[in-house]
């Protein structure tokens, strides 16, 4: 169906596996599906990229985005509303079509869930009493924990290449990395990337806190690794790819492997548009347009991974007599349990000598951990959860020329460019992620209105923060101006706690794994509960976002799901 036109799709040769989406998540699962000898099709909207295209070019990085992140995501933008009687608006749309995905212009900063991330519910309980879990949450624990996840947490770093500084290895603490991680069971593979004068000063004030500071773990090299160099630290890793391939994108090492091993095929530029299943329900393989032509690609088992947003939609959209309100959604799980993270809420500091902190990339940062998740007593207070305080490098002329004028002078004016012209050093935005929690009215449908170039329904997201997650950012918010004040600013400026939940490159649930059908979309392996043959992988499949970034858990999810298919072949393809 294109535009509401039947076209009927050339059948190709089937397949083993097709994977929707070569991004974070798609990238990771070809490898061992391949080796394994698994025939596989990976379909990707967007095409390579090359170095060619990752200029260091703030205006086109940051302002324009890349030509190939338009093609299809900023056309199928979801809209947004805080609740069902508002109006939704159209938003923007914060991800990548190109092989390798999100992957290719993301910050890389690489983190583990906490042990805590994985039973909320219980650890809630078992601490502070049931009463403390927020009214209209649907949070429940994870059907495994953070044991069962840490193997492949160590499969990835090891793959991708990850720089960082354990702080638990095999339960001995180092204070020079996160003393509040899970235990892993060995270092990182790269030492972190290098601190600059600004994060030094701010790691310095927060040993004065008596708090732990660490370099953050990065998908990032610092030393040759695999055959790509180490990082340049030459910046415009903010929407901006990696001339050098030191940037962990999937497009620059598992996919070539799975190439090189002769059983992955990527289709660029290709479009699906639907999954279709046979008159009992189960997956035959999907519909895709490329070009001006349809294709239909026959495969014994699909795995859904185009991100959360375009993964409940395609879901939505896959009506059939056996599934009439979207496919694997019979008990009407799918696009529920949505949340992203409170990305809002910066705080602004302003200190009176330069900080030397031009250029670099905003994954060269100092972290502090003490006020994320459970790592603190929250008996006296009126939330659950928390948040990591980040402070980092990364500073280019447009960045500077937006900065807060801290009430000093007008935003335009003379006045205005004498206080840039004396401040573009002078100045730090705080990037602190907060834990948020999935609520009942919190979720992802499809928009009755608004439609893509092709007719399709864009995903129209119902969201809003709630008192929980604006506590958090109050509370972190303090914290972080602490952090700031010992650190020598002279001042600082809070954002507004904020109320909408847009689109944002942190979106979790949606399609959520767990053991009761009744409630989640995907069980333990990642495979939906209505449809043994259909796979989802990403962040969609996460029923807590924890105080993280999280690309690192959606891979190491990608590769246990990839691994129990190879396993379990024959039950999974029936």
């Not at 056309?75 to 991800?95: F, K, L, W, Y």
Request: overall charge neutral.
């Amino acid at each position: 169906m294109i535009g509401g036109v039947k076209t009927m799709p050339k059948r190709l040769a089937k397949t083993n596996v097709v994977i929707v989406g070569m991004g974070a998540a798609g990238g990771v699962v070809a490898l061992p599906l391949t080796n394994a000898g698994l025939k596989v099709i990976g379909i990707e909207a967007g095409g390579w990229l090359s170095p060619r295209d990752f200029a260091p070019d703030e205006l086109r990085n940051g302002s324009r985005n890349w030509p190939q992140s338009v093609q299809k995501a900023a056309s199928e933008a979801p809209t947004i509303r805080a609740t069902s009687n508002d109006t939704a608006v159209q938003g923007g749309h914060p991800m990548m079509n190109a092989v390798g995905g999100t992957t290719m212009h993301y910050w890389a900063q690489s983190w583990r869930l906490n042990p805590w991330d994985f039973k909320v519910v219980s650890e809630t309980k078992q601490r502070y009493g049931a009463d403390r879990l927020p009214q209209g949450s649907t949070v429940e624990d994870w059907p495994f924990g953070y044991e069962e996840l840490e193997p492949y947490y160590d499969k990835i770093e090891y793959t991708i290449g990850i720089s960082g500084q354990a702080g638990n290895v095999q339960g001995k603490k180092n204070r020079a990395g996160n003393i509040f991680e899970g235990e892993r069971e060995r270092e990182y593979p790269m030492k972190p990337l290098r601190s600059s004068p600004f994060t030094d000063l701010m790691g310095n004030a927060a040993r004065n806190l008596d708090w732990n500071p660490f370099q953050g773990p990065a998908a990032i090299t610092t030393e040759l690794f695999d055959g790509r160099p180490p990082c340049q630290y030459h910046g415009f890793c903010n929407k901006g790819g990696c001339h050098v391939q030191a940037k962990g994108s999937t497009a620059f090492n598992v996919i070539p492997k799975a190439i090189d091993t002769g059983n992955l095929e990527v289709v660029t530029f290709a479009r699906v548009t639907q999954i279709v299943t046979d008159n009992g329900g189960k997956v035959t393989g999907v519909d895709y347009i490329k070009g001006n032509e349809s294709f239909f690609q026959p495969a014994d088992v699909v795995l859904l991974a185009s991100y959360a947003y375009e993964n409940v939609r395609l879901l939505q959209l896959s009506k059939s007599r056996a599934f009439p309100d979207g496919l694997a959604n019979n008990a009407g799980q799918v696009g529920r349990h949505y949340m992203s993270h409170h990305q809002g809420a910066p705080v602004f500091a302003l200190f009176d000598r330069d900080l030397h902190n031009w250029y670099g990339l905003p994954a060269q940062g100092v972290a502090i951990d003490e006020w994320a998740d459970d790592n603190f007593d929250h008996g006296e207070l009126d939330f659950i959860g928390g948040a990591n305080l980040w402070a980092h490098t990364d500073r280019k002329p447009m960045t500077a020329a937006k900065m807060s004028t801290f009430g000093e002078v007008r935003n335009w004016g003379s006045d205005w460019k004498a206080f840039i012209m004396k401040n573009a050093d002078r100045t730090n935005t705080s990037y602190i992620q907060k834990t948020t929690l999935p609520y009942e009215d919190n979720y992802l449908d499809l928009d009755p209105v608004v439609k893509d170039p092709l007719g399709f329904p864009v995903t129209r997201i119902t969201a809003r923060y709630r008192d929980n997650e604006k506590r958090i950012a109050a509370f972190s918010q303090e914290k972080m101006e602490q952090w700031y004040l010992e650190a020598g600013a002279i001042k600082v400026v809070k954002a507004g706690l904020g109320n909408l939940m847009g689109a944002t490159t942190h979106a979790y649930g949606g399609t959520r794994m767990g053991l009761n059908s009744e409630t989640n979309v995907v069980n333990e392996w990642g495979f939906t509960h209505e449809v043994p043959n259909l796979g989802i992988l990403g962040a969609s499949v996460m029923g807590t976002s924890g105080s993280r970034n999280p690309t690192l858990t959606v891979q190491a999810l990608s590769w246990r799901t990839a691994e129990y298919l190879v396993n379990n072949w024959r039950s999974v393809v029936g």
